[in-house]
C-alpha cells in the first residue's frame, strides 16, 4: 500500500500537469495576440519611415531612391480623362481604381455629364480600352434614354466582381486586425507588460 505522503505528492503532481494543460491555450491565445501588436506596430513604423518627407531630407540619395522603388504606391499620379487606365493599372491601387469607377458611374446616375459626354466611359476604364465619342444622334438618345440600363460586357462583368471581392477581403482583414487590436486579451497584455518590444 502507498504511504499518505506518495498520494498526497501524486495527486499535487496531476493536479499541477492539469494547470498547465488549461494555462496553455490562454497563453498561446496571449502570444499570438502580442505577435500581431507587433507586427502591427512595426507596420506602421515602417509607414511612417517610407512616407516621410522630413526623413528622407536627411537621409543619403540613394537610400532615398531605394525606398521609393520599395513603395507600394506612386507618391502623384496623373489621370487625364479620354485616355486609359491600361498604363496605371501596374502602380496604381485596385482600391483607387475602383474609386475612379464608382465616382464616374455615381456622376452618370446624378445627371452631372460635364466632363463625362458617354455612357461607355465606366466600361471602357474598367476593361483598359481608350474612350470613344458617340456620335451627335446615339448621343442624344443616350440622353434621353438614362433609365434603360446598358448591357454590360462579360470581360468587364467579371473584373469589377473579382475587384469587389478583393475589396471585401481586405475589409474583413482590417476589420479582424482592429478587432483584434481592441480585443481584451491585447489590452490586458499592455497593462501587465507597460510596452510592446518591437520586432
Avoid: W
Avoid at 504511504?3 to 492539469?18: E, V, Y
Avoid at 519611415?49 to 506612386?74: I, M, Q
Avoid at 455615381?106 to 466600361?123: L, V
Amino acid at each position: 500500500t502507498a504511504s499518505p505522503t506518495s498520494r498526497f505528492t501524486s495527486t499535487m503532481a496531476t493536479s499541477t500537469m492539469n494547470d498547465r494543460k488549461m494555462e496553455r491555450p490562454t497563453m498561446e491565445k496571449q502570444g499570438r495576440a502580442q505577435r500581431l501588436a507587433k507586427q502591427i506596430e512595426f507596420l506602421s513604423l515602417l509607414e511612417m519611415f517610407v512616407y516621410n518627407r522630413a526623413l528622407f531630407a536627411c537621409c543619403p540619395h540613394k537610400v532615398t531612391e531605394a525606398v521609393k522603388r520599395c513603395r507600394a504606391t506612386e507618391p502623384s499620379l496623373l489621370i487625364e480623362p479620354g485616355k486609359p487606365l491600361r498604363r496605371t493599372r501596374r502602380f496604381l491601387p485596385q482600391q483607387l481604381r475602383q474609386a475612379v469607377i464608382n465616382s464616374i458611374i455615381n456622376r452618370k446616375k446624378n445627371g452631372d455629364d460635364d466632363s463625362c459626354d458617354d455612357t461607355g466611359d465606366d466600361n471602357s476604364m474598367g476593361s483598359g480600352s481608350p474612350l470613344l465619342a458617340l456620335p451627335g444622334k446615339e448621343a442624344s438618345q443616350e440622353s434621353n434614354s438614362t433609365i434603360e440600363p446598358q448591357p454590360m460586357d462579360p470581360e468587364m462583368r467579371r473584373s469589377l466582381e473579382m475587384i469587389m471581392n478583393e475589396l471585401t477581403s481586405i475589409k474583413r482583414e482590417i476589420e479582424g486586425l482592429k478587432s483584434r487590436r481592441n480585443s481584451t486579451i491585447y489590452q490586458t497584455i499592455q497593462d501587465t507588460e507597460g510596452r510592446l518590444f518591437r520586432a
